[in-house]
């Protein structure tokens, strides 16, 4: 979709690559609308990407179903974060277009668990190492399982 807000999707970007399988991801959710896995340069341990299966670019342009479906899903994996982090609050962040820090041009929700007193990491800074984003996602998908 694309209107005066928002230029078209791009089905290149790297998020659509990872829903088609072209580029691996640390997977901790998926169902038929939706699909979550884990970033890559985390801001915190189990930090999360919530996607719609459907194009979208961003906020602008998602129908209010594949919202909604990305919602619900965020609120799951917020809850999980909590229990397999030992965490006590959770961070969500969405941006939408250049202006507000957007750089990947697929719909994603950052879920982000917090421990009281910890500042977050940069944004996209440091990129985890694989072995402990391969644990941090079974953690979370235990806890999504529960
Ligand atoms: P933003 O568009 O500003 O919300 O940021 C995009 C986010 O995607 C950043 O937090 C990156 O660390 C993350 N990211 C970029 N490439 C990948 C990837 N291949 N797998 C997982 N996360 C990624």
């Known amino acids: 979709m694309s209107d005066k807000l928002t230029p078209a999707y791009d089905p290149q970007n ?73 965490a006590d609050g959770v961070t969500l962040m969405q941006f939408s277009e250049p202006a507000s820090g957007q750089e990947v041009y697929h719909l994603h929700m950052h879920i982000i668990p917090r421990v009281d007193g910890v500042p977050l990491k940069p944004a996209a800074s440091i990129k985890e190492d694989m072995a402990v984003l391969a644990g941090h996602a079974e953690r979370l998908k235990a806890a999504l399982a529960a």
């Not at 189990?46 to 129908?63: E, F, M, Q, S």
Request: charged share 25%; hydrophobic share 55%; no cysteine.
């Open 14 to 86: 790297i998020f659509a690559k990872i829903l088609r399988g072209e580029i691996p991801a640390f997977k901790v959710y998926e169902d038929d609308k939706v699909f979550a896995f884990l970033d890559i340069m985390p801001r915190a341990p189990g930090h999360t990407l919530v996607i719609p299966k459907a194009p979208a670019r961003n906020l602008l342009d998602i129908t209010p179903d594949d919202l909604a479906a990305v919602a619900v899903v965020a609120q799951k994996v917020a809850k999980a974060g909590l229990v397999a982090f030992e």
